[in-house]
């Protein structure tokens, strides 16, 4: 039976869009310089985020946000220029090597966090008019104060499954992973399509075998830009596998007993091998 994961948050984020709403509590502040977040250093192998703001660490800013609160905590997310260098006790390191030394909801919320980031980055202008967006204070958007376009954040929404035939699932590998190690596959989900036929079309397209019995597992939010993962556990029906070499470099059929080497725990396609090795030991 498919164990389901929960990639939620343990205390509940209320989006608040107005910076002076910002309760007198503690803060949580993710300060972004390119795609690395600030973090302290510290003598063991944990990190911390900062609690001050960047003016209070002596940085200037080139955007700032409240995001909202996590629990009783304000969040806000900030960006500062490539110039600027941190004090001795603070580093910026890339928000993915960041994944089992922070814990798991703040890992989430600086996901959260740059997602946002991007989007401001992305939509300084009406892709209308042309003219400079103004932030909304009433959602979590932007409007052209000359034409009125809104924009709002963009998500682009992925399917990722696994396939199992017996005792075996189906892993690939493309040209950018790592030596030896191989994944699920997965797609963008394309205009007009259902989650479901975007798992066939993917499945098809990459190995051309044919699939049934499609079930939902999970999905979890992925901040690499802007995805959101929908995982989908799937059974083979039939065909022999011919790669799309466009998409991948190989596929093959794994046994528990010979599996390769696996994408981080970070991941929703882990979590899918992993219910596949729960169902088969």
Known sequence: MNKHYNFSLKARFT????????ASASSYWFIFQGEKLLTT?????????????????GLQPIFSQFLGRYGSTNCFVAEVGDNVTPAPSLRFKGLRSLFGTVEEDIFSLAGRAIQILHWNREHQFCGKCGTAMKIRTSE??????ACGFVSFPRLSPAVIMSIIR??????ARAPRFP?????????????????????????????NVRIGNITYVASQPW????????????????????????????????SLRNLPVLPSKITIARLLIDNFVLGSA
Request: charge should be negative; include cysteine; aromatic fraction near 8%.
């Open 140 to 145: 979590l958007a932007k409007i052209c104060p």
């Open 166 to 171: 017996k005792d075996h699932i189906l892993l």
């Open 179 to 207: 030596p030896g190690m191989y994944s699920t596959l997965a797609g963008f989900v394309e205009p007009g399509e259902t989650l479901e036929e975007a798992v066939k079309r993917e499945v098809r397209e990459e190995v």
């Open 223 to 254: 901040p690499f830009p802007h995805s959101i993962m929908i995982g989908f556990s799937a059974d083979y029906v039939d065909g022999e596998i011919e790669i799309d070499d466009d998409e991948i470099e190989d596929a093959q059929w794994f």
């Open 15 to 22: 989006p608040v869009f107005r910076a002076d709403e910002a």
């Open 41 to 57: 250093v510290t003598e063991n192998t944990s990190n911390s985020i900062c609690t001050c703001s960047p003016e209070q660490l």
